[in-house]
Nanobody
Framework: QVQLLESGGGLVQAGGSLRLSCAAS????????IPWFRQVPGKDREFVAS????????YYTDSVKGRFTISRDNAKNTVSLQMSSLKPEDTAIYYC??????????????????????WGQGTQVTVSS
């Protein structure tokens, strides 16, 4: 079982930047695609970005392309999400996840929350206008 811990959230003004981190408890993390999702009250968890185990393949939802960058450091068992040019509509709780089998590859068909088995507790991002 993979345990995930998100950090780096906070309050920022529109146009500002934040860097989120996802730390994992075990080495198997390095063999898995890791996604970031976000959720606001009353809505389903929404895909943001994902990165393959090697870091060579990434996939972003259209609304964050050009503003967010996902990266990973397998030696440290961490995945980061650099968020720039933040907008009020980016306000949400951000979660990183992992799948049990490690068979998911980044892409539009693998961007649904129910495809992932493990989640962290989330980190709140609030963007003020």
């Amino acid at each position: 079982q993979v345990q995930l811990l998100e950090s780096g959230g906070g309050l920022v003004q529109a146009g500002g930047s934040l860097r989120l981190s996802c730390a994992a408890s075990e080495g198997a993390f390095s063999s898995k695609t890791i996604p970031w999702f976000r959720q606001v009250p009353g809505k389903d968890r929404e895909f943001v970005a994902s990165i393959s185990w090697s870091g060579k393949t990434t996939y972003y939802t259209d609304s964050v392309k050009g503003r967010f960058t996902i990266s990973r450091d397998n030696a440290k068992n961490t995945v980061s999400l650099q968020m720039s040019s933040l907008k009020p509509e980016d306000t949400a709780i951000y979660y990183c996840g992992a799948d049990k089998l490690g068979t998911i590859h980044p892409g539009p068909s693998r961007s649904y929350w129910y495809q992932y088995d493990f989640w962290g507790q989330g980190t709140q991002v609030t963007v003020s206008s």
